[in-house]
């Protein structure tokens, strides 16, 4: 079975202070790994699809990498808007196309 | 291009009682997929329905069934309510057999059951 393993729970930050989040995964053949962005009372937001080891994604302050075993998502000099969860989630090749695996979540807050 | 609306947002019901809650997929896709989420958790797959067929379904019993419509649209039906229910229901539309573009959710409904 697809499992998502996401550290830290939670993570503060100071404006302009760069960190990172894991997410370690174990699925039977990956056909995605999907990052979210989900804000409180609200639904996750998409961010990136990565496919297969080495790829990297970028989306302003945001950078999503990929290895076998493990995603990272680099947050570059954040801003008190880049506060939310960040949900991973995963998709095994047998899974059905609506099925994701999410892992419990980084909830980040970015301090003035 | 409108995205995922649900209904209602929130809602309060009795343990015990049945609860509807509604869906309409963003313009464009074909699957729909339900999601629970509790306090504190990540999403967690309920089930996935395409051509107005379920396809694919998670841990949940039987007292949790849906629904979808020629439109599109979706609803998921929860049967004889418990206090454990008590949740964010998501629903995220698809384009099937693509995953690029992700699963665009809805903002989701609140249930709470007393």
């Known amino acids: 079975e697809d499992q998502v393993t996401q550290s830290p729970e939670a993570l503060r930050l100071q404006e302009g202070e760069s960190s990172s989040l894991n997410c370690s995964y174990t699925?039977?053949?990956?056909?995605?790994l999907f990052w979210y962005r989900q804000d409180p009372g609200k639904g996750p937001e998409f961010l990136f699809t990565?496919?297969?080891a080495g790829e990297e994604k970028e989306k302003e302050r945001l950078k999503a990498t990929l290895t076998k075993k493990e995603s990272f998502l680099h947050i570059t000099a954040p801003k008190p808007e880049d506060s939310a969860t960040y949900l991973c989630?995963?998709?095994?090749?047998?899974?059905?196309?609506?099925?994701?695996?999410f892992g419990a979540g980084t909830q980040v807050v970015v301090t003035p | 291009e409108t995205g995922v609306t649900q209904s209602p947002t929130h809602l309060i019901k009795t343990r015990g009682q049945q609860v509807t809650l509604r869906c309409s997929s963003q313009?464009?896709?074909?699957?729909v997929s339900w999601y629970q989420q509790a306090l504190g958790q990540g999403p967690q797959f309920i089930f996935q329905?395409?051509?107005?067929?379920?396809?694919g379904r998670g841990n949940f019993p039987p007292r949790f069934s849906g629904l979808q419509f020629p439109n599109y649209s979706s609803e998921l039906n929860v049967n004889a309510l418990e206090l454990d229910d008590s949740a964010l229901y998501l629903c995220?539309?698809?384009?099937?057999?693509?995953?690029?573009?992700?699963?665009?959710f809805g903002s989701g409904t609140r249930l709470t059951v007393v």
């Open positions: 995220a539309s698809s384009l099937a057999m693509v995953t690029g573009d992700g699963y665009t």
């Open positions: 699925v039977s053949g990956l056909r995605g």
């Open positions: 990565l496919y297969s």
């Open positions: 989630a995963v998709q095994g090749r047998t899974d059905s196309w609506g099925k994701l695996q």
């Open positions: 313009s464009g896709h074909n699957t």
């Open positions: 329905y395409y051509r107005e067929e379920e396809n």
